[in-house]
């Protein structure tokens, strides 16, 4: 199984950026479909994006699209979600995900390797 580690949340005012990234080890990185995923306080986990084994596809939330870009460098093992034009409601723990499904899948159940999460917080 992949074990994965996210990194890059952190405070931001709305309207800002920020890039997060999940760095991968162990089983080959390039052979899974990957996703990002956030949960809010008193809410379910929901996914916010998902790419293709290769990068060649992806998907998105519709309360993301046009300001999220999910990618991977299979090369380095990392995946990245550049987020632009925050709002106070992408605030959230965000996790990576691997699955064997290697076309982009939003399905929460089709994951089964989870990272630790990051938090991102954007103030209003």
């Known amino acids: 199984q992949v074990q994965l580690v996210e990194s890059g949340g952190g405070l931001v005012q709305a309207g800002g950026s920020l890039r997060l990234s999940c760095a991968a080890s162990?089983?080959?990185?390039?052979?899974?479909?990957m996703g990002w995923f956030r949960q809010a306080p008193g809410k379910e986990r929901e996914c916010v994006s998902a790419i293709s084994w290769r990068g060649y596809s992806t998907a998105y939330a519709d309360s993301v699209k046009g300001r999220f870009t999910i990618s991977r460098d299979n090369a380095k093992n990392t995946l990245y979600l550049q987020m632009s034009s925050l709002k106070p409601e992408d605030t959230a723990v965000y996790y990576c995900?691997?699955?064997?499904?290697?076309?982009?899948?939003?399905?929460?159940?089709?994951?089964?390797?989870w990272g630790q999460g990051t938090q991102v917080t954007v103030s209003s």
């Open positions: 995900a691997a699955t064997q499904t290697r076309a982009p899948s939003t399905n929460i159940d089709e994951y089964d390797g």
């Open positions: 162990g089983r080959t990185f390039s052979s899974y479909g």
